[in-house]
Each structure stands twice: as structure tokens, then as C-alpha cells.
């Protein structure tokens, strides 16, 4: 029995070249690079490759050559020549709110006592 990544390149699907490089990528490079790392698009015959830092860009530019085989292997095809690899972007995380006691209101801000009381008036009638 064949190994799933083998049988990538011998399955004759109607799916983009951009498409089985992408998929063959985490096979021919294995799983912890693959964690690291994520084929973004096919540019000719150049793959780019999103890394988490510069540290796992230095470390794949080493092993380069060894990975464009690989992928010809899993491919069973030169569809990948070469092999381009650029940092991640930053990706931020979801912020919680910050919430205070007591709501903030616009009118605090006016420094005359007596415009800020009637600000507040003319607002409370406004909106009544």
C-alpha cells in the first residue's frame, strides 16, 4: 500500500498546479515543519512559503535543494523549481474590552461647570 503523499501526484484530478503544491507541501516537508511553516502560492515554478520567523527561514533556505526533491518525489513531477520563503505576518489576537465602573460620558470633558450642566440638559432634551 502506497503512502497517501505518493499518491498526490499520480492522481490525475482537475485541480490547479497552485493547488496540488500546496497540498503536497506538508507531505514532502513533514509534520513539525509543516507547523511551522505554510505553502501560500505557486509563482511559476517557484513555491512560496510563509515561515513563523527568521529563524525557520534561515533554517529551510539551508535545506532548500533537499526540499524542491521532495517535492518532485510526492509530485511525481518539476512542478516546483524553486522555493521562496518570507516571514509571517504578525497575526494579532482578539482583545478583550476593557470596561470600566461607571460609563464615560463626553460632558466630564467640558471644563465650565456651568456649560457642562447645560450641555446635559440640552442632550437629556434631545434625546427625550
Known amino acids: 500500500m502506497e503512502r497517501a503523499g505518493r499518491l498526490i501526484g499520480k492522481l490525475k ?3 490547479a ?3 496540488l503544491a500546496r497540498a503536497a507541501w506538508p507531505v514532502a516537508v513533514g509534520k513539525r515543519i509543516a507547523a511551522h511553516s505554510a505553502a501560500v502560492r505557486l509563482d511559476g515554478s517557484c513555491l512560496v512559503v510563509e ?5 525557520w527561514q534561515g533554517h529551510l533556505m539551508g535545506l532548500r535543494n533537499q526540499i524542491v526533491k521532495r517535492m518532485e518525489e510526492v509530485l511525481g ?7 521562496v520563503f518570507w516571514p509571517m505576518l504578525a497575526r494579532r489576537m482578539p482583545q478583550r474590552e ?5 460609563r464615560a460620558d463626553e460632558a466630564d ?3 465650565d461647570a456651568h456649560m457642562r450642566r447645560l450641555y446635559k440638559v440640552a442632550r437629556r432634551k434631545a434625546t427625550a
Not at 513531477?77 to 522555493?83: I, P, R
Open 17 to 19: 498546479p497552485e493547488d
Open 13 to 15: 484530478l482537475c485541480a
Open 98 to 102: 476593557e470596561r470600566s465602573g461607571r
Open 109 to 111: 470633558d467640558i471644563a
Open 77 to 83: 513531477s518539476a512542478l516546483v523549481g524553486g522555493l
Open 51 to 55: 515561515v513563523e520567523d527568521a529563524v
